[in-house]
């Protein structure tokens, strides 16, 4: 998790532990498109989660 945490912390998302995240009704559409963009250069750099 503390991996996961830098990776969004370098896009600019705060999360809590790097697991948590957290959303407010006072966001816009256009905040919300945002942090959405930093999501998508984020996450493709993860590799494939094994849950077996």
């Known amino acids: 998790m503390a991996h996961m945490g830098a990776a969004y912390m370098a896009e600019g998302i705060v999360t809590l532990a790097g697991s948590r995240l957290y959303t407010s009704a ?6 919300i ?3 959405l963009v930093r999501f998508q250069r984020v996450l493709p ?3 494939p989660v094994d849950i077996s």
């Open 26 to 31: 006072a966001y816009t559409e256009d905040m």
């Open 33 to 35: 498109d945002d942090v």
């Open 45 to 47: 750099k993860c590799g």
